[in-house]
């Protein structure tokens, strides 16, 4: 029985609760504190999330809050879950409202769980809790993996003597009991660290909406929309050109390791969900942290308003030059949209002709859809500082919203201008190659394996594969420093 339950201090840890109960309570040793709060007695008490726990201990702690806010407020389940997907995130939240344990493997947690990591505390934080409560305890924002100073008073955390690891043996251990009476506080100059503490704390500490679908690295690059980091219709970014901004921005931001362009990539691509990550790079943007924390898109994408500017400036009476002038965009480009609306090409989902409509004149719509389709087909294969992309028909279909297989089947110009550039896979490899050794070269990198798989996804067998189509696709330098890398 459990003679006695304390209340939750402000952004305090289950873990941090528990060991108070365990001291307050006076039991004689741990084991008996674990096996009034734990359903396994001797399972080691999680210091981020939460155990599966006994019945009473459950009905106690949920006395004076529903699990949901004992998740949101009291564990990191918003720091590692916030940008999950969808479906991943609702699996993790419900293992933990229903204190199953496969959680773990659904948050991106620290490499090793957490090895070489301790349950830290600011001394300011510690002062000031101990003069409001008569004792101090675990803080949830001074466990923010990334964030080493205190996003309240700008102090440097201190490591406890506590370590999160799955090596310990089983104990609860009070702040009180680890935190000096008296430490000097360090405070932190870094005008940049402060900055970055304050937003990551602020996007932490905010509402958590579970039900959100929107794709974190989509919602990114809708917010490059009208940076030199976008091509002007939003179809191509330049990484490159965003990576060398994004590392000088924080150049002088401590103990700072995101900062390669594959890292920014894998991001972007929706396959790394690291809150620290994110953070740095809407920060960069200039995210405020209620947009970044309630995600939307806009409601049409870029390439789509867009191509909506060019057609009014053109009902306006702008020639394309003039409109090219006005939207600082290439000329070739302007005219290409333009004249799909003019000319009358097919818009997005319209049909071929159909019983009693007038039939569609195909072979003016391919002429007029033709100029588009190389702006598409330019876009898709990139350049020095564009990742190419495999050129194909329904790449071409997506980009300019066409019906799936309308140049195939009617648009016999556009799919003789796709066809010049479908290549082998092995080919389109090399292609990648070349541009991930420029990217690496460019920005002063080692050129070698390790590096051109970050910035391409590629394996090993892949990379071999695609070394005779080199020739086809860069300069004998770039050539001859790929094949040392392959020796």
Known sequence: MIPYF????????????????????????????????????????DMEFINHLTPEAKESLLRNMPMEEVILKHTMFPYYGRFLPIVRKQKAFQSMMYMEGNYQNLLPLPIGNGGG??????????ERDRERYGETYWHREHQMAGVNICPVHG????????????KTSPMLTTAEEMVPLTIPAEVSGNGIECRVAGYVSEVFQSGFDPESTVSTGAFLHSRMEGTKYLSIRGEQ????????????????????????????????NDEHYNCYEVC?????????????????LPEKPQHAAFD????LLHEQGFKYPEIARRLHAPYDTVKAIGERKSRGCLKAGERPSQTGRKALDWAQIDRDTLPLVKVAVKDLYGGECVRPKKVSIAAV????????????????????????????????????????????????????????RNLTNMRKSNFLACLPYLREAADADIRQAIQEVAV
């Open 6 to 45: 304390p209340e939750f201090y402000p952004d305090e840890l289950v873990y941090s609760l528990f060991a108070r109960l365990y001291v307050k309570c006076g039991y004689p040793a741990y084991r008996y504190c674990a096996e009034d709060l734990f359903f396994n007695p001797a399972v080691r008490p």
């Open 237 to 268: 970014r330049n990484i490159a050109l965003f990576h060398a901004d994004f590392t000088e921005y924080y150049k002088d931001l401590p103990d700072n390791r995101f900062t390669e362009i594959w890292q920014i990539q894998k991001v972007l």
């Open 280 to 296: 740095l790079m809407a920060l960069f943007l200039n995210v405020p942290a209620r947009e970044l924390v309630h995600m939307a």
């Open 308 to 311: 909506e500017q060019v057609f």
């Open 117 to 126: 990591r301790y349950l830290r505390y600011c001394p300011a934080c510690a």
């Open 397 to 452: 279909e997506r980009i300019l919203d066409l019906p799936g297989g309308r140049i195939s089947h009617y648009l016999p110009l556009c799919r003789a201008e796709v066809e010049r550039y479908q290549e082998t896979q092995e080919q389109y490899w090399a292609r990648e190659v070349v541009w991930a050794a420029r990217q690496i070269m460019q920005d002063g990198g080692v050129l070698n394996w390790k590096h051109i």
């Open 155 to 166: 102090c440097h955390l201190i490591d406890s003597a506590v370590a999160i690891s799955g």
